[in-house]
Structures are given as structure tokens and as C-alpha cells.
């Protein structure tokens, strides 16, 4: 039997499938396992290059495999597409994925250890609160608008409709209504608990985070940011700069160019959602503290506010931000003041 060198392992919840070849691309074997099989199969097996799909439980796997002895790569699904030929099947799937592997200029992701994705999900369960939190509070305002009870957006807006309902004189809402908004009031507390608990539990492990805290120092970088980025950067000399990490959280305008012209559109929106509206959020702060204390002292800002809308000057910002936070990862660097600042 020839020697495995290189495996493509198409990952799955309960049937995985393997495409191996030798050292000359043969295929070797080819065949299902389930999944209280996989280890054992590769415990048979010399060192091999594996190649994975990025996608859910990859990191798990990878982290196995590597435990074994065998050379674990992570590729984005979107790179590994263009070598599936014609119909789409696990077989097909896997051989791809057993080509792409082999390709020198293909893009890998970093495995990620338990607490990196242990602090991924963390933020995960805190923003999906969060979204919940506000489809509750949208629920309780448009319930009461429909019996006439508004009050001004906001938290202390909420808290006034919530007093409505608990007042058992309001005559303008009625029982069955007064008990269902009632019951939205109990588990919108319920999940403003959870939500500063999980606040609370963020800022510790943005403590026990040396690079966390490195990142906390750059303007519009809070411990929920910086957490994220070291959560969810394994490795950031993967990026070859700080204007390709950029790209990957998607502050980055698209591009439609052709025959030497460049044609430049909105930003591309690749990459980490998340990450994103943190940065956005971060640079709205920069920009919301530049005009109440004044802009002189940041040249570069006053210069764009002054001749783009605060919003685009802002993903303008979030770009800059992000390639400094990829700096001073990559590097293992501290923020320095620029300056003008440090005058």
C-alpha cells in the first residue's frame, strides 16, 4: 500500500469523509467514517498534512489531529469551492479540500486554542442577549403604542411604560395586555442581569490578557474590543499587513477594476461582522470626544470631518485603528501617542 502524505477531511456532525493520496496524487483511499471512528483512523497513520474547512468544530478537530502528530490546516470554505468539480457531494468535497491544501499560495487560518474560543463564545452569548434585549424593549414600546402609551426613546423610556404597566389604576390597558407586556418587563430584567454578567466576566479576562490590555490603550479600543481581536486573531503574521487584516474585517472599499482603471466602491463588508461594528463603534466614540474637546490636537481627523459625513469619516478611522491593532499584535508593541497628542 502506497504511504499517505497529504489527507482532505470533509467534517460533518455524524459522517466525516477522507480523499487521501501519495506522495505522487494517487488517491489512496477514499471512503466515509463515522465520527467515533475518525481518531482511530488517524492514530493508524504516519504524519500526514490534513487539510479542513474552516467552518463549525474545525478548530476541534484540528487541535486533535495535531495531538496525533499530524499537520492540521484550517482554509476558508470560499477558497476551497473553486477546486470542487462539477456536482457537490462529501466525496467531491473532500478531494477538493485534499487539492487546495497542497497550494502554495493558499490562504490558512490559525487554530485557535479552548480559551481563545472559550472567550469567542462569551461574546457570542453576550451579543445574542444583547440583540434579544432589544427585540424585547421594541416588543413592550410597540404592545402599549397600540393603546396609546408611548414614552421618549431610551432607558428611562422603558422603565416609564414598565411603571404604566405595573400601575393597576391605568385604565387604558387592559388585563390580558397588562399581563403579557408584564411578562416581557420579567425576562427584560432577567436578561439585563445576564448581560452585566457577562460585562463583568469580559473585563476579568481582558485582566488576565496581557495583549488585551496592550490593545485597550489605543483610542476607541475598549476591553470588549480588545478582547474580541485576541480571541479571535490566533495568529496576526498570518495577515502579510495591516491593510490585508483590514480587508479581512471588511474597511476596506471593493473593488471593480479592469484594464489598468481602478474603480473603488463602498466597503466591502468581508470578514468579522462583529469585529466591525466594534471598530465603527470605537471610532464613533474618537470622533464624538474630537468635537466636544475640540479637534486641533488631531490634524488628520479635523481634516476629513471637515470635508466627508461624520459616518464615512468614521469607517475611515475604524480602518486606521484596525491597522494599528494589527501592528501592535503582530509586533507585540505598545501604543505611542502620535505627536501632536503627546504635546
Given at each position: 500500500?502506497?504511504?499517505?502524505?497529504?489527507?482532505?477531511?470533509?467534517?460533518?456532525?455524524?459522517?466525516?469523509?477522507?480523499?487521501?493520496?501519495?506522495?505522487?496524487?494517487?488517491?489512496?483511499?477514499?471512503?466515509?467514517?463515522?465520527?467515533?471512528?475518525?481518531?482511530?483512523?488517524?492514530?493508524?497513520?504516519?504524519?500526514?498534512?490534513?487539510?479542513?474547512?474552516?467552518?463549525?468544530?474545525?478548530?476541534?478537530?484540528?487541535?486533535?489531529?495535531?495531538?496525533?502528530?499530524?499537520?492540521?490546516?484550517?482554509?476558508?470554505?470560499?477558497?476551497?469551492?473553486?477546486?470542487?468539480?462539477?456536482?457537490?457531494?462529501?466525496?467531491?468535497?473532500?478531494?477538493?479540500?485534499?487539492?487546495?491544501?497542497?497550494?502554495?499560495?493558499?490562504?490558512?487560518?490559525?487554530?485557535?486554542?479552548?480559551?481563545?474560543?472559550?472567550?469567542?463564545?462569551?461574546?457570542?452569548?453576550?451579543?445574542?442577549?444583547?440583540?434579544?434585549?432589544?427585540?424585547?424593549?421594541?416588543?413592550?414600546?410597540?404592545?402599549?403604542?397600540?393603546?396609546?402609551?408611548?414614552a421618549p426613546v431610551g432607558?428611562?423610556?422603558?422603565?416609564?411604560?414598565?411603571?404604566?404597566?405595573?400601575?393597576?389604576?391605568?385604565?387604558?390597558?387592559?388585563?390580558?395586555?397588562?399581563?403579557?407586556?408584564?411578562?416581557?418587563?420579567?425576562q427584560l430584567r432577567v436578561?439585563?442581569?445576564?448581560?452585566?454578567?457577562?460585562?463583568?466576566?469580559?473585563?476579568?479576562?481582558?485582566?488576565?490578557?496581557?495583549?488585551?490590555?496592550?490593545?485597550?490603550?489605543?483610542?476607541?479600543?475598549?476591553?470588549?474590543?480588545?478582547?474580541?481581536?485576541?480571541?479571535?486573531?490566533?495568529?496576526?503574521?498570518?495577515?502579510?499587513?495591516?491593510?490585508?487584516?483590514?480587508?479581512?474585517?471588511?474597511?476596506?472599499?471593493?473593488?471593480?477594476?479592469?484594464?489598468?482603471?481602478?474603480?473603488?466602491?463602498?466597503?466591502?463588508?468581508?470578514?468579522?461582522?462583529?469585529?466591525?461594528?466594534?471598530?465603527?463603534?470605537?471610532?464613533?466614540?474618537?470622533?464624538?470626544?474630537?468635537?466636544?474637546?475640540?479637534?486641533?490636537?488631531?490634524?488628520?481627523?479635523?481634516?476629513?470631518?471637515?470635508?466627508?459625513?461624520?459616518?464615512?469619516?468614521?469607517?475611515?478611522?475604524?480602518?486606521?485603528?484596525?491597522?494599528?491593532?494589527?501592528?501592535?499584535?503582530?509586533?507585540?508593541?505598545?501604543?505611542?501617542r502620535p505627536a501632536a497628542?503627546?504635546?
Amino acid at each position: 500500500m502506497q504511504t499517505i502524505t497529504t489527507i482532505g477531511l470533509d467534517i460533518a456532525k455524524s459522517v466525516f469523509q477522507v480523499h487521501d493520496v501519495d506522495a505522487d496524487g494517487r488517491v489512496v483511499v477514499r471512503r466515509q467514517l463515522k465520527r467515533r471512528y475518525v481518531l482511530a483512523f488517524f492514530q493508524k497513520l504516519p504524519p500526514c498534512l490534513v487539510g479542513i474547512e474552516a467552518c463549525a468544530s474545525a478548530h476541534h478537530w484540528s487541535r486533535e489531529l495535531q495531538a496525533l502528530g499530524h499537520t492540521a490546516k484550517l482554509m476558508p470554505p470560499a477558497y476551497v469551492k473553486p477546486y470542487v468539480k462539477r456536482h457537490k457531494n462529501d466525496a467531491t468535497d473532500a478531494e477538493a479540500i485534499c487539492e487546495a491544501v497542497t497550494r502554495a499560495n493558499m490562504r490558512f487560518v490559525a487554530t485557535k486554542t479552548p480559551e481563545q474560543q472559550s472567550c469567542l463564545t462569551l461574546h457570542r452569548t453576550r451579543h445574542l442577549l444583547m440583540r434579544q434585549q432589544t427585540s424585547v424593549i421594541n416588543a413592550i414600546r410597540s404592545h402599549l403604542a397600540e393603546f396609546g402609551i408611548v414614552a421618549p426613546v431610551g432607558r428611562n423610556g422603558v422603565e416609564q411604560l414598565l411603571g404604566v404597566v405595573a400601575d393597576s389604576n391605568e385604565k387604558r390597558l387592559p388585563e390580558i395586555a397588562r399581563a403579557c407586556v408584564a411578562a416581557l418587563g420579567a425576562q427584560l430584567r432577567v436578561l439585563k442581569v445576564q448581560i452585566l454578567e457577562f460585562d463583568r466576566m469580559i473585563r476579568a479576562w481582558h485582566r488576565s490578557s496581557e495583549a488585551s490590555k496592550r490593545l485597550d490603550q489605543v483610542p476607541g479600543v475598549g476591553p470588549v474590543l480588545a478582547t474580541a481581536l485576541v480571541a479571535s486573531v490566533a495568529d496576526p503574521r498570518a495577515f502579510r499587513s495591516g491593510r490585508d487584516f483590514s480587508a479581512w474585517i471588511g474597511l476596506v472599499p471593493k473593488q471593480h477594476s479592469s484594464g489598468g482603471k481602478d474603480r473603488l466602491g463602498s466597503i466591502s463588508k468581508q470578514g468579522d461582522r462583529y469585529l466591525r461594528s466594534l471598530f465603527v463603534a470605537g471610532a464613533l466614540s474618537v470622533i464624538r470626544y474630537a468635537k466636544i474637546h475640540g479637534t486641533k490636537h488631531r490634524p488628520w481627523l479635523t481634516a476629513l470631518l471637515a470635508r466627508r459625513p461624520t459616518k464615512v469619516a468614521a469607517i475611515a478611522l475604524a480602518n486606521k485603528l484596525a491597522r494599528m491593532a494589527w501592528a501592535m499584535m503582530a509586533r507585540g508593541e505598545r501604543y505611542r501617542r502620535p505627536a501632536a497628542l503627546a504635546a
